[in-house]
Protein backbone atom coordinates (compact mmCIF):
# COMPACT_ATOMS: atom_id res chain seq x y z
CA UNK A 1 0.00 0.00 0.00
CA UNK A 2 0.64 3.49 -0.75
CA UNK A 3 2.11 5.23 2.48
CA UNK A 4 1.55 8.89 0.56
CA UNK A 5 -2.38 7.28 -0.27
CA UNK A 6 -5.06 6.98 3.00
CA UNK A 7 -5.58 3.42 3.58
CA UNK A 8 -9.22 3.09 4.13
CA UNK A 9 -10.01 0.19 6.51
CA UNK A 10 -13.44 -1.75 6.16
CA UNK A 11 -14.44 -0.40 9.28
CA UNK A 12 -14.17 2.92 8.17
CA UNK A 13 -17.37 2.10 5.68
CA UNK A 14 -19.10 1.20 9.09
CA UNK A 15 -18.48 3.65 11.18
CA UNK A 16 -20.27 6.15 8.31
CA UNK A 17 -22.93 3.65 8.36
CA UNK A 18 -23.57 3.61 12.37
CA UNK A 19 -23.52 7.23 12.07
CA UNK A 20 -26.14 7.23 8.98
CA UNK A 21 -28.26 5.35 11.74
CA UNK A 22 -28.07 6.79 14.48
CA UNK A 23 -28.76 10.33 12.59
CA UNK A 24 -31.84 8.47 10.71
CA UNK A 25 -32.89 6.34 13.88
CA UNK A 26 -32.92 9.69 15.79
CA UNK A 27 -35.02 11.48 13.16
CA UNK A 28 -37.46 8.81 13.38
CA UNK A 29 -37.79 9.06 16.96
CA UNK A 30 -38.03 12.72 17.15
CA UNK A 31 -40.79 13.18 14.33
CA UNK A 32 -43.02 9.94 16.46
CA UNK A 33 -42.74 12.01 19.41
CA UNK A 34 -43.53 15.13 17.66
CA UNK A 35 -46.35 12.90 16.33
CA UNK A 36 -47.45 11.31 19.59
CA UNK A 37 -47.32 15.28 21.18
CA UNK A 38 -49.99 16.73 18.59
CA UNK A 39 -51.99 13.78 19.14
CA UNK A 40 -51.58 13.74 22.75
CA UNK A 41 -53.04 17.84 22.30
CA UNK A 42 -55.66 17.18 20.12
CA UNK A 43 -56.97 14.70 22.31
CA UNK A 44 -56.72 16.70 25.51
CA UNK A 45 -58.01 19.56 23.25
CA UNK A 46 -60.99 17.11 22.68
CA UNK A 47 -61.66 16.00 26.00
CA UNK A 48 -61.60 19.61 27.56
CA UNK A 49 -64.47 20.51 24.73
CA UNK A 50 -66.50 17.79 25.88
CA UNK A 51 -66.39 18.37 28.83
CA UNK A 52 -67.00 21.86 28.49
CA UNK A 53 -69.79 20.90 26.45
CA UNK A 54 -71.71 18.75 29.54
CA UNK A 55 -70.93 21.40 31.80
CA UNK A 56 -72.95 23.51 29.43
CA UNK A 57 -70.09 26.40 29.49
CA UNK A 58 -69.22 25.21 25.56
CA UNK A 59 -70.41 28.41 23.72
CA UNK A 60 -68.60 27.96 20.36
CA UNK A 61 -65.15 27.33 18.95
CA UNK A 62 -63.83 31.16 19.18
CA UNK A 63 -64.89 31.37 22.85
CA UNK A 64 -63.51 27.84 23.80
CA UNK A 65 -59.96 28.67 22.14
CA UNK A 66 -60.05 32.00 24.16
CA UNK A 67 -60.29 29.77 27.76
CA UNK A 68 -57.96 29.81 30.12
CA UNK A 69 -57.78 25.98 29.96
CA UNK A 70 -57.23 25.61 26.56
CA UNK A 71 -54.67 28.31 26.93
CA UNK A 72 -52.52 26.22 29.64
CA UNK A 73 -52.90 23.28 27.41
CA UNK A 74 -51.96 25.23 24.13
CA UNK A 75 -48.97 26.48 26.12
CA UNK A 76 -47.86 23.16 27.32
CA UNK A 77 -47.76 21.87 23.94
CA UNK A 78 -45.80 24.39 22.49
CA UNK A 79 -43.16 24.65 24.69
CA UNK A 80 -43.41 20.53 24.50
CA UNK A 81 -42.91 21.26 20.40
CA UNK A 82 -39.74 23.84 21.21
CA UNK A 83 -37.91 20.77 23.82
CA UNK A 84 -38.22 18.25 21.21
CA UNK A 85 -36.67 20.88 18.11
CA UNK A 86 -34.18 21.68 20.40
CA UNK A 87 -32.80 19.10 21.97
CA UNK A 88 -32.61 17.30 18.56
CA UNK A 89 -30.44 20.20 17.39
CA UNK A 90 -28.28 19.74 20.37
CA UNK A 91 -28.09 15.93 19.55
CA UNK A 92 -27.97 16.23 15.82
CA UNK A 93 -25.09 18.88 16.66
CA UNK A 94 -22.79 17.41 19.49
CA UNK A 95 -23.53 14.18 17.10
CA UNK A 96 -21.96 15.62 14.10
CA UNK A 97 -18.84 17.80 15.89
CA UNK A 98 -18.15 14.28 17.83
CA UNK A 99 -18.41 12.89 14.67
CA UNK A 100 -15.90 15.69 12.93
CA UNK A 101 -13.48 15.66 16.00
CA UNK A 102 -13.01 11.77 16.03
CA UNK A 103 -12.35 11.93 12.26
CA UNK A 104 -10.11 14.77 12.64
CA UNK A 105 -8.28 12.71 15.38
CA UNK A 106 -8.28 9.44 12.99
CA UNK A 107 -6.93 11.81 9.96
CA UNK A 108 -4.17 12.94 12.03
CA UNK A 109 -3.29 9.60 13.99
CA UNK A 110 -2.83 8.09 9.88
CA UNK A 111 -0.76 11.12 8.87
CA UNK A 112 1.54 10.29 12.28
CA UNK A 113 1.76 6.63 11.28
CA UNK A 114 2.39 8.09 7.14
CA UNK A 115 5.30 9.73 8.55
CA UNK A 116 6.63 7.35 10.70
CA UNK A 117 6.29 4.61 7.94
CA UNK A 118 8.13 7.19 5.82
CA UNK A 119 10.70 8.58 8.34
CA UNK A 120 11.38 4.60 8.85
CA UNK A 121 11.68 3.39 5.43
CA UNK A 122 13.60 6.57 4.28
CA UNK A 123 15.93 6.65 6.70
CA UNK A 124 17.00 3.22 6.73
CA UNK A 125 17.53 3.59 3.14
CA UNK A 126 19.53 6.98 3.42
CA UNK A 127 21.61 5.35 6.32
CA UNK A 128 22.47 2.24 4.64
CA UNK A 129 23.51 2.80 1.19
CA UNK A 130 26.19 5.34 2.10
CA UNK A 131 27.80 3.29 4.99
CA UNK A 132 27.38 -0.18 2.94
CA UNK A 133 29.41 2.11 -0.15
CA UNK A 134 31.83 3.69 2.30
CA UNK A 135 32.73 0.07 3.53
CA UNK A 136 33.09 -1.15 0.14
CA UNK A 137 35.37 1.25 -0.58
CA UNK A 138 37.57 0.80 2.36
CA UNK A 139 37.37 -3.30 2.13
CA UNK A 140 38.45 -2.60 -1.95
CA UNK A 141 41.27 -0.40 -0.88
CA UNK A 142 42.24 -2.86 2.15
CA UNK A 143 42.53 -6.00 -0.22
CA UNK A 144 44.05 -4.61 -3.20
CA UNK A 145 47.02 -2.66 -4.35
CA UNK A 146 45.22 0.08 -6.20
CA UNK A 147 47.22 2.94 -8.44
CA UNK A 148 47.05 5.82 -6.37
CA UNK A 149 44.18 7.34 -9.29
CA UNK A 150 41.61 4.63 -8.60
CA UNK A 151 42.68 5.20 -4.55
CA UNK A 152 41.72 8.92 -5.23
CA UNK A 153 38.66 8.27 -7.14
CA UNK A 154 37.28 6.13 -4.64
CA UNK A 155 38.45 7.69 -1.71
CA UNK A 156 36.41 10.76 -3.32
CA UNK A 157 33.47 8.75 -3.67
CA UNK A 158 33.60 7.72 -0.06
CA UNK A 159 33.97 11.36 1.12
CA UNK A 160 30.82 12.43 -0.83
CA UNK A 161 29.49 9.25 0.91
CA UNK A 162 30.63 10.40 4.45
CA UNK A 163 28.69 14.00 4.01
CA UNK A 164 25.71 13.03 2.86
CA UNK A 165 25.82 10.93 5.90
CA UNK A 166 26.72 13.56 7.90
CA UNK A 167 24.28 16.19 6.10
CA UNK A 168 21.81 13.40 7.34
CA UNK A 169 22.95 13.43 10.86
CA UNK A 170 22.63 17.19 11.04
CA UNK A 171 19.35 17.18 9.54
CA UNK A 172 18.15 15.30 12.13
CA UNK A 173 19.78 16.77 14.89
CA UNK A 174 18.52 20.37 13.79
CA UNK A 175 15.06 19.12 12.79
CA UNK A 176 14.54 17.93 17.13
CA UNK A 177 15.98 20.99 17.77
CA UNK A 178 13.72 23.12 15.84
CA UNK A 179 10.25 21.46 17.42
CA UNK A 180 12.10 22.25 20.67
CA UNK A 181 14.97 24.56 21.80
CA UNK A 182 15.62 26.57 18.09
CA UNK A 183 16.85 30.25 19.15
CA UNK A 184 17.89 31.32 15.79
CA UNK A 185 21.83 33.24 16.39
CA UNK A 186 21.55 36.57 14.84
CA UNK A 187 24.20 37.80 13.49
CA UNK A 188 24.99 40.45 10.53
CA UNK A 189 24.46 38.93 7.20
CA UNK A 190 25.18 39.96 4.01
CA UNK A 191 22.51 38.42 1.68
CA UNK A 192 24.52 39.81 -2.04
CA UNK A 193 27.23 37.83 -0.84
CA UNK A 194 25.79 34.59 0.67
CA UNK A 195 23.35 33.74 -1.71
CA UNK A 196 26.02 33.77 -4.39
CA UNK A 197 28.01 31.54 -2.44
CA UNK A 198 25.83 28.86 -2.30
CA UNK A 199 24.35 28.95 -5.69
CA UNK A 200 27.86 28.48 -6.55
CA UNK A 201 28.63 25.20 -4.58
CA UNK A 202 25.35 23.74 -6.48
CA UNK A 203 27.11 25.10 -9.73
CA UNK A 204 29.98 22.61 -8.27
CA UNK A 205 27.95 20.23 -7.46
CA UNK A 206 25.86 19.35 -10.25
CA UNK A 207 27.50 21.39 -13.36
CA UNK A 208 25.40 20.13 -15.61
CA UNK A 209 22.31 22.36 -13.84
CA UNK A 210 21.93 25.68 -15.87
CA UNK A 211 21.86 28.21 -12.74
CA UNK A 212 20.83 31.76 -13.30
CA UNK A 213 21.16 34.43 -10.51
CA UNK A 214 20.05 37.90 -10.42
CA UNK A 215 20.23 40.08 -7.00
CA UNK A 216 17.80 43.19 -8.11
CA UNK A 217 19.01 46.89 -6.14
CA UNK A 218 20.62 47.14 -2.74
CA UNK A 219 19.97 44.35 -0.45
CA UNK A 220 20.46 45.77 3.60
CA UNK A 221 22.80 43.33 5.81
CA UNK A 222 20.19 41.06 7.13
CA UNK A 223 20.53 40.22 11.20
CA UNK A 224 19.77 36.26 11.31
CA UNK A 225 21.09 33.03 11.67
CA UNK A 226 23.84 32.48 8.79
CA UNK A 227 23.97 29.06 9.01
CA UNK A 228 19.78 28.44 9.30
CA UNK A 229 20.00 30.44 6.12
CA UNK A 230 22.58 28.41 4.26
CA UNK A 231 20.78 25.44 5.02
CA UNK A 232 17.46 26.81 3.97
CA UNK A 233 18.62 27.91 0.35
CA UNK A 234 20.59 24.97 0.22
CA UNK A 235 17.82 22.85 0.88
CA UNK A 236 15.67 24.86 -1.87
CA UNK A 237 18.39 24.46 -4.44
CA UNK A 238 19.49 20.78 -4.03
CA UNK A 239 15.39 20.23 -4.06
CA UNK A 240 15.25 21.90 -7.85
CA UNK A 241 18.04 20.06 -8.88
CA UNK A 242 16.90 16.93 -7.21
CA UNK A 243 13.07 17.41 -9.16
CA UNK A 244 14.05 17.92 -12.44
CA UNK A 245 13.33 15.57 -14.81
CA UNK A 246 16.16 16.34 -17.32
CA UNK A 247 18.98 19.27 -17.10
CA UNK A 248 17.75 21.59 -14.28
CA UNK A 249 17.08 24.62 -15.04
CA UNK A 250 16.54 26.85 -12.23
CA UNK A 251 16.49 30.48 -11.43
CA UNK A 252 17.38 32.42 -8.00
CA UNK A 253 16.00 35.79 -7.58
CA UNK A 254 16.97 38.24 -4.83
CA UNK A 255 14.80 41.80 -3.82
CA UNK A 256 14.31 43.83 -1.54
CA UNK A 257 11.30 46.17 -0.86
CA UNK A 258 9.71 47.64 2.39
CA UNK A 259 12.04 46.07 4.34
CA UNK A 260 11.54 42.71 3.63
CA UNK A 261 13.93 40.67 1.80
CA UNK A 262 12.24 38.07 -0.69
CA UNK A 263 14.07 35.15 -2.20
CA UNK A 264 12.77 33.06 -5.22
CA UNK A 265 13.63 29.91 -6.53
CA UNK A 266 12.57 28.78 -9.65
CA UNK A 267 12.83 25.56 -11.40
CA UNK A 268 11.48 23.92 -14.68
CA UNK A 269 11.45 20.56 -12.68
CA UNK A 270 8.44 17.89 -12.02
CA UNK A 271 6.16 20.40 -10.46
CA UNK A 272 4.10 19.65 -7.05
CA UNK A 273 0.07 18.89 -7.38
CA UNK A 274 -2.07 20.95 -5.81
CA UNK A 275 -3.33 18.82 -3.19
CA UNK A 276 0.40 18.33 -2.27
CA UNK A 277 1.60 21.50 -1.97
CA UNK A 278 0.21 22.12 1.56
CA UNK A 279 1.83 18.77 2.66
CA UNK A 280 5.57 19.34 1.70
CA UNK A 281 6.31 21.31 4.36
CA UNK A 282 5.39 18.61 7.30
CA UNK A 283 7.81 16.52 8.64
CA UNK A 284 9.43 13.97 7.21
CA UNK A 285 6.36 14.11 3.87
CA UNK A 286 7.82 12.79 0.93
CA UNK A 287 5.26 12.95 -2.45
CA UNK A 288 4.67 9.60 -3.76
CA UNK A 289 5.35 6.26 -2.44
CA UNK A 290 8.46 5.34 -0.78
CA UNK A 291 8.72 1.42 -2.09
CA UNK A 292 8.81 2.98 -5.28
CA UNK A 293 10.38 6.45 -5.35
CA UNK A 294 14.12 6.97 -6.78
CA UNK A 295 14.75 10.28 -5.39
CA UNK A 296 16.74 10.01 -2.42
CA UNK A 297 15.68 12.19 0.63
CA UNK A 298 13.89 12.14 4.22
CA UNK A 299 11.33 14.65 4.11
CA UNK A 300 13.02 16.90 6.29
CA UNK A 301 14.54 19.60 4.23
CA UNK A 302 11.55 21.36 3.26
CA UNK A 303 10.07 20.57 7.30
CA UNK A 304 13.57 22.18 8.30
CA UNK A 305 13.53 25.45 5.83
CA UNK A 306 9.69 26.56 6.92
CA UNK A 307 10.86 26.36 10.54
CA UNK A 308 13.78 28.37 10.15
CA UNK A 309 12.44 30.85 8.06
CA UNK A 310 9.42 31.18 10.82
CA UNK A 311 11.52 31.15 13.81
CA UNK A 312 12.75 34.53 12.09
CA UNK A 313 9.55 35.78 11.08
CA UNK A 314 9.60 35.32 7.38
CA UNK A 315 7.43 32.52 5.36
CA UNK A 316 7.86 30.58 2.53
CA UNK A 317 5.16 30.13 -0.30
CA UNK A 318 5.27 27.76 -3.28
CA UNK A 319 3.13 27.98 -6.77
CA UNK A 320 3.35 26.33 -9.84
CA UNK A 321 6.25 27.86 -12.16
CA UNK A 322 5.27 28.18 -16.05
CA UNK A 323 5.42 26.15 -17.99
CA UNK A 324 6.45 23.57 -15.51
CA UNK A 325 7.86 23.53 -12.17
CA UNK A 326 7.55 24.97 -9.10
CA UNK A 327 8.77 28.35 -7.81
CA UNK A 328 9.54 28.69 -3.59
CA UNK A 329 9.10 32.13 -2.29
CA UNK A 330 10.66 33.40 0.65
CA UNK A 331 9.96 36.41 2.50
CA UNK A 332 12.42 37.81 5.22
CA UNK A 333 11.94 40.64 7.62
CA UNK A 334 14.61 43.07 7.77
CA UNK A 335 14.23 45.41 10.09
CA UNK A 336 17.19 47.33 10.73
CA UNK A 337 18.21 46.07 14.40
CA UNK A 338 15.75 43.17 14.08
P1 LIG B 1 13.05 15.25 0.47
O1 LIG B 1 13.58 16.02 -0.70
O2 LIG B 1 14.11 14.73 1.36
O3 LIG B 1 12.07 14.23 0.06
P2 LIG B 1 11.81 17.74 1.34
O4 LIG B 1 11.21 18.06 2.65
O5 LIG B 1 12.94 18.59 0.88
O6 LIG B 1 12.21 16.22 1.41
O7 LIG B 1 10.67 17.80 0.24
C1 LIG B 1 9.42 17.15 0.50
C2 LIG B 1 8.80 16.72 -0.80
O8 LIG B 1 8.40 17.85 -1.58
C3 LIG B 1 9.75 15.95 -1.69
O9 LIG B 1 9.72 14.59 -1.39
C4 LIG B 1 9.23 16.24 -3.09
O10 LIG B 1 8.23 15.30 -3.41
C5 LIG B 1 8.57 17.60 -2.96
N1 LIG B 1 9.43 18.69 -3.51
C6 LIG B 1 10.26 19.49 -2.83
N2 LIG B 1 10.85 20.40 -3.63
C7 LIG B 1 10.38 20.16 -4.88
C8 LIG B 1 10.61 20.75 -6.16
N3 LIG B 1 11.43 21.77 -6.32
N4 LIG B 1 9.92 20.23 -7.21
C9 LIG B 1 9.06 19.20 -7.06
N5 LIG B 1 8.81 18.60 -5.87
C10 LIG B 1 9.46 19.06 -4.79
Given amino acids: MSPNSDPTPWWRGLYFLVIAYLILGFTWWAVLLYNKNRDAFQAKTELLRLRMEADGTYQNEELFQRTAAFLILKNKYRHQVTMIYGESAVFVLTLLVSVMLLNRG ?48 IGKRALRETERLHRLVNDLLLSAKLETAYQPFLEPVNLSLLVPEIVESIREKYPEAGLQLSIQGEITVWQGDRDGLYSVLLNLLENAVKYSDGKPEIEVAVQESNQLVRIEVADQGIGIADREKPRIFDKFYRVGNEDTRKTKGTGLGLFIVRQVLLAHGGRIAVSDNQPKGSVFVIELPNKPGH
Avoid: G
Avoid at 115 to 126: A, D, G
Avoid at 136 to 146: C, D, F, N
Fill in 106 to 153: YQKEMRAARQRRNFLLSITHELKSPLASIKLVLETMLKRQLPPEQVQY
